[in-house]
């Protein structure tokens, strides 16, 4: 009788273990990595340091990422710390990211930090962000590239600029496909600021 059981125990995590890694390969067979790259420097590539917690400093870091559509993801930081709470989370410092689009555009984000998903490839743009794209540029505080849904939301004190017009808005949406762009106000009575450039 304890064989039964022990035999039926072993049959039962034996399913489990199966389901649980063809749900895993469902769940990411839209995004796989093609390449990540931890770049080295002999010393000093790892620097432990302690408050309250220990943290991982990883220099020159570039993540390479490319989607079922055929766009391309590439971001490099100068540092780079794993989340001491979920090793997913790579928090970045000094932070250039291009994104190479199937239709053989490109679009070049810069910022001061970031926050990027190893999971998802959603990437978190802070302080001093910067868009450049064919001869449109966004700056703006903050931006949130979502890799999975082709999506680009930049937000807080955005300025687009695009050569014929300056406009200002609270938040700028940006379809990666189709370049559509929305523009939003958080407050209903305010205005979106254009200004168009006159030779």
């Known amino acids: 009788m304890t064989q039964k059981k022990i035999l039926k125990s072993f049959l039962f995590l034996f399913s489990l273990t ?3 890694f063809i749900f895993k390969i469902y769940l ?18 790892i620097i432990q340091t302690k408050k309250n917690k220990e943290a991982n400093i990883i ?3 570039i993540y390479t990422t490319k989607d079922k559509n055929g766009n391309q993801y590439i971001i490099n930081a100068e540092y780079g710390s794993i989340d001491s709470k979920n090793s997913a989370i790579i928090d970045m410092t000094g932070v250039t990211s291009t994104v190479y689009l199937k239709d053989k555009n490109k679009i070049l984000i810069t910022s001061e930090k970031a ?38 939301s930049a937000y807080n004190k955005v300025v687009y600029n695009n050569g014929n017009i300056v406009l200002s808005a609270d938040q700028i949406d940006m379809d990666l496909t189709t370049k559509d762009i929305k523009t939003f106000m958080y407050n209903f009575l305010d205005t979106v600021s254009v200004n168009s450039k006159k030779n």
């Open 28 to 45: 990411n067979k839209n995004l796989k990595v093609k390449k990540i790259d931890l770049k080295a420097n002999s010393n000093n590539d």
């Open 115 to 152: 926050v990027y998903d190893d999971l998802s490839y959603d990437t978190k743009f802070i302080e001093n962000v910067v868009v450049t794209y064919e001869s449109n540029k966004i700056e703006a505080n903050n931006l949130n590239l979502y890799f999975s849904k082709n999506l680009m």
């Open 18 to 20: 199966i389901l649980i």
């Open 59 to 61: 220099k020159d870091i």
